[in-house]
């Protein structure tokens, strides 16, 4: 299970058992990848209702969260707007793990922290590193914002433009839809609390 800032995955090995098709799956038909452990954990009580669990899942959400290839079954929950609103005290607690001095803190004044400032940014252009320490009005690219860039890049709200080459010098960072989406949802609070 990985848990990202707009979704919830959850991966299993092995994609779709032989003799089963992906329309029997998405109507609740299955069958179990080791019967014999099934059996055990039926005997055990640690299973409710044999094969119900896709049935189940969707009545809740549409079929396009389920993800089907060769080697692997992947089920993809979005994440409820209001979740969504709540990411970027999540992204921020990451990025701002210890106050650093000099040049680095004096980025972060006021109430806006680093993190928020870099994502305004991203609003305008993709930027680089350099280009994001230059309008940050820091001398060098610094381990604050390395960490700020990381945080955000983990929480999903920002994206590489060159994913299959990271240390690329021509690397710059763009918003991600999980971050747009997160932008609007703060402008919107901010509006609210009178600070927009």
């Known amino acids: 299970m990985e848990i990202y800032a707009d979704r919830i995955s959850i991966t299993s090995y092995g994609g779709l058992l032989s003799g089963l098709s992906l329309e029997e799956c998405l109507s609740g038909r299955s069958m179990p990848r080791n019967r014999e452990l099934m059996r055990v954990f039926r005997d055990m009580e640690l299973v409710e209702h044999l094969g119900s669990g896709m049935r189940r899942i969707l009545n809740a959400y549409d079929s396009d969260i389920v993800h089907i290839s060769e080697h692997f079954f992947e089920l993809r929950f979005p994440m409820a707007s209001e979740a969504l609103a709540l990411i970027p005290e999540v992204a921020e607690s990451g990025a701002e793990s210890g106050a650093e001095s000099g040049a680095e803190s ?40 390395n960490r700020a860039v990381n945080a955000l890049l983990e929480a ?13 010098r021509l690397q710059k960072y763009r918003l991600t839809q999980a971050g747009w989406l997160g932008m609007d949802s703060s402008r919107n609070h901010d509006a609210v609390d009178g600070r927009g």
């Open 106 to 145: 004096g980025a972060e004044s006021g109430a806006e922290s680093l993190s928020k400032k870099i994502l305004h940014l991203l609003r305008e252009a993709a930027l680089s590193k350099s280009e994001l320490s230059s309008q940050l009005g820091l001398k060098s690219v610094t381990g604050a914002l």
């Open 156 to 168: 999903h709200w920002i994206e590489r433009t060159l994913p299959d080459k990271p240390q690329s």
